[in-house]
Each structure stands twice: as structure tokens, then as C-alpha cells.
């Protein structure tokens, strides 16, 4: 079964028919008017790749369109939409019943607080740890900006969410651990094609050319990986938010996502105490027992030099741990109050040691000459004496 999906019908086409007949536009003028469109995209697009496409000293990739329609696009937004999912953004149920999404209803109505493929708890507000809207629920509510009454559901089962949700906002890339990236987009993958969810991956890694698979698309935090592509989709002009962060090791061999929706003043101290710290005491205890292994096995053969070799891996990797924990700490430790008014890149701009993006590091050192006082963090850091 292919992976391919249209994002315009998952969402609905509604709106934009709705805006069309607004402004006078029928059916066929519409269809027109999509097409000129779609083929400006393109145009651009080829432009961009062919001219505006620039590497710079630090891998990062710099251009101006967020659009990519091609079928490598599509396989990139499908990930997309499974990490959201994973932390609680989008509904994945809507991706299996398409019954489930609503009318987008008057495009002209005040903007509504959560978009028609969001998950939602039973008042049409973001959901959050267990309050998220049931099927019957979803299925009573016919245009977005409705809040159909909290029915009773009388099947048990139309209380079980099919994904486990990361509400945390945190997953972490580590194949040994539960809350791995690459195992929690899977989980999403299971969910949407239950009969085929492994031929659909390699169908969306063999679209994006990941040969080494997910876990190299995830990693990859220059061209061509998720974190790059995820900073273009959620970029506009000036504007840059991306909402799924990575913290990456310096080696690229540990990493954090972090969503950016769930930042609040614990978060660092969370990723430390539940992930960070848990994970370098094992690797400690892995780093014994192969010290144990090698100092039985002697000082000469092949299964010392082998076991020598995994030891010094081992112990680099340590120090790589902990010099990502020292990184985190020193964030965490400021004790900054977010405030998500601030926008994206004040508010990732302590964690500029970690982030794989030019931006943190500038707006960091911005911060601290004083240039966003009107800031909340612009605030915090004055107050704790460190504005230059």
C-alpha cells in the first residue's frame, strides 16, 4: 500500500471554495486559478533549488519556500505529521476515518483556537493528559468552531485513543529507549497503516533518500535531514518558528526533540531526570562491564584487541553524554520563565549550544547585549545581571 496522501483533502477543500464563491470565483475559475498556482510553486521552487540553494559553513541550508508538492515533499510532511502526533498535536484518527475531520465552515468567522485536523479535548480547546474528545464526540461535531455536549459514550472503546502520546514533550533518540523517535513514529505509522506499516516506511524513506532509514533522516541535522526540513516548512519570510526542536550531542549519537507547545520552566530539568541522567547510568554501567570483560580477556588476542576497541568507543560516547549534559544543565540552571509570547527564537535561544541552528546562537548573543528588553526573557536575563 503506498504511503502517498494529500494533505489539501485530508484537511478538506471547503475553505477554499468557500473564499472562491466569496470573491465571485466559480468552480472552473477556481480550478484555474489552483493550477496557476501550484505551477507558481513549482517555478519557484526550481528557482530556489537551482539558484537561492546555499550551504554555509555550518551545513545549514538557507531558502525562502516553504511549499514542496513533490512526492519527496509529501513523504517529508508525513513524518511531519506522525511526530505531531506523537506529541499530542495532530489527531490521528482523522488519518484513519476521514468522517472525523470537520467543515471548515465560514472562513470569514474570528479564527478559531484549534485547526480541523488538531486533537482536541471535549470543550474544542488543545487536548492535554487525559482529556482528549471521543469518535462520538468528533463525529457531533460538524464544522470546526463547534463544542457538541460531552455525550456518554457507551463503548468502551471509544475512549481509547489508539497512540500512546508523549504529553511530556519530550522523545528522545536512543534506540534502547522506550520513547525513541524512530520507535514512536512507527507506533504512528502502525496506527495509520496497521496491514502495511513497514512497506509504508520504506516507501516514505526511499521518497525523502534516506538509505540508512529514519534514523538517519532524524539524525541528519544538516541538508536534506528532518530538522532542516522542519525550520523551511515553519518559515515565512522573516518569520522562522520551528515547533519540534532538536537538541543534538556533539557527535550526532544522542539527541532530545523537544515540542515546543509543551515548554514550560521544568522541561530541561525533566529531560535531565528522565532521560539525560537515566541514560549516562547506564552507560556507565555498560562502560564496567566491558572494562571487567577486558581485563579477564587479558592484554593480547583477538578478543582483547576487539573488546579494547568497543571500550574506547564506549568511553568517547560517555564523554559525549556528558558533555550534552553539561550543555542542558547550564540552560536548564538559568532558570528562565518561558513565555511563549516571545516567540520561537528568543525562547530556544538559551539552548544555543545544543540546537543545530545559527539562529539560537545569534539571538543569544542579542539577548545578552540588550536588544529585546521588551522581552520576558529579555527581562529575566537583566534581572539575573546577565545583559552585558
Not at 522541561?267 to 581485563?295: C, D, Q, T, W
Request: proline letters at 5%.
Amino acid at each position: 500500500e503506498s504511503s502517498e496522501w494529500n494533505l489539501r483533502s485530508f484537511l478538506g477543500d471547503s475553505g477554499e471554495t468557500a473564499i472562491a464563491s466569496a470573491i465571485g470565483l466559480d468552480e472552473a475559475e477556481l480550478a484555474v486559478l489552483m493550477r496557476d498556482l501550484d505551477e507558481a510553486i513549482y517555478v519557484r521552487r526550481q528557482q530556489v533549488s537551482d539558484i537561492d540553494s546555499v550551504e554555509d559553513s555550518d551545513g545549514e541550508e538557507t531558502r525562502d519556500v516553504a511549499c514542496d508538492s513533490t512526492p519527496r515533499g509529501h513523504a517529508v510532511d508525513t513524518v511531519s505529521y506522525a511526530v505531531g502526533c506523537v506529541f499530542g498535536r495532530w489527531d490521528i484518527r482523522m488519518a484513519c476515518d476521514h468522517a472525523l475531520v470537520p467543515v471548515h465552515g465560514d472562513p470569514f468567522l474570528p479564527i478559531q483556537p484549534a485547526t480541523p485536523g488538531m486533537l482536541v479535548g471535549p470543550n474544542g480547546l488543545p487536548a492535554h493528559d487525559g482529556y482528549v474528545a471521543s469518535r462520538h464526540w468528533l463525529r457531533s461535531r460538524h464544522h470546526v468552531g463547534d463544542k457538541p455536549p460531552i455525550l456518554p459514550d457507551s463503548d468502551a472503546l471509544e475512549l481509547a485513543y489508539p497512540l500512546r502520546i508523549n504529553w511530556d514533550g519530550i522523545v528522545v533518540d536512543d534506540a534502547e529507549h522506550a520513547d525513541d523517535v524512530v520507535r514512536r513514529i512507527q507506533d504512528a505509522f502502525e496506527v495509520i497503516w496497521p496491514d502495511s506499516a513497514d512497506s509504508a516506511e520504506a516507501d516514505l524513506c526511499s521518497k525523502i533518500g534516506a538509505k540508512g532509514g529514519l534514523r538517519e533522516f532524524m539524525r541528519r541535522s544538516g541538508k536534506g535531514g528532518f530538522w532542516q526540513e522542519h525550520v523551511f516548512r515553519y518559515s515565512k519570510s522573516r518569520r522562522k518558528a520551528p515547533i519540534y526542536w532538536l537538541l543534538q550531542s556533539s557527535k550526532k549519537n544522542y539527541a532530545l526533540w523537544l515540542y515546543y507547545h509543551r515548554l514550560d520552566k521544568d522541561l530541561l530539568f525533566k529531560a535531565l531526570v528522565n532521560y539525560v541522567e537515566p541514560k549516562i547510568r547506564l552507560e556507565v554501567s555498560h562502560l564496567e562491564m566491558l572494562r571487567s570483560r577486558k581485563g579477564a580477556a587479558g592484554e593480547s588476542g583477538k578478543e582483547a584487541k576487539r573488546l579494547a576497541g568497543e571500550l574506547e568507543s564506549q568511553e568517547d560516547f560517555l564523554s559525549e553524554l556528558r558533555d550534552f549534559e553539561d550543555k542542558l544543565r547550564r540552560a536548564a540552571n538559568l532558570h528562565l520563565e518561558p513565555d511563549l509570547n516571545d516567540g520561537i527564537v528568543l525562547n530556544i535561544a538559551p539552548l544555543w549550544e545544543l540546537v543545530p541552528w545559527k539562529e539560537a546562537k545569534s539571538y543569544w548573543e542579542e539577548l545578552l547585549e540588550g536588544k529585546y528588553d521588551w522581552s520576558s526573557i529579555g527581562k529575566q536575563l537583566r534581572q539575573k545581571g546577565l545583559v552585558k
